[in-house]
């Protein structure tokens, strides 16, 4: 599966921001999908995650009731709306898919298979 992520940019405390993912090159409903970031000095860390089926949806406790995560399968786009953005927000968001739904709750990034290559996601006080 090949991940291309879009949507970030500069954006002031308070703000919303919709980003988008799009895979190609495998059947798309047969993988989980997650967003990750990572903000400069730190490690990758889990956003949120949202099953094949769309009927779940895990998220940090950071984000969670400010970013929303869904699936179209027809379009096969994972998207993150991103509200009430803080500066803490700001990181290089990466999307990935994994085919195991297992531990999907945890966050746990090496369960993921493909990876996409980021967008960087700035919020100014």
């Known amino acids: 599966v090949q991940l291309q992520a879009s949507g970030g940019g500069l954006v002031l405390a308070g703000d919303s921001l919709r980003l988008s993912c799009v895979a190609s090159g495998r059947t798309f409903s047969n993988y989980a999908l997650g967003w990750f970031r990572q903000a400069p000095g730190k490690e990758r860390e889990f956003v949120a995650a949202?099953?094949?089926?769309?009927?779940?949806?895990y998220y940090t406790d950071p984000v969670r009731g400010r970013f929303t995560i869904s699936r179209d399968n027809a379009r096969n786009t994972v998207y993150l709306q991103m509200n009430s953005l803080e500066p803490e927000d700001t990181a290089v968001y990466y999307c990935?898919?994994?085919?195991?739904?297992?531990?999907?709750?945890?966050?746990?990034?090496?369960?993921?298979?493909?990876w996409g290559q980021g967008t960087q996601v700035t919020v100014s006080s």
């Open positions: 990935a898919a994994t085919s195991s739904e297992a531990k999907l709750g945890f966050g746990l990034s090496y369960e993921y298979d493909y």
């Open positions: 949202i099953k094949k089926s769309g009927n779940y949806k």
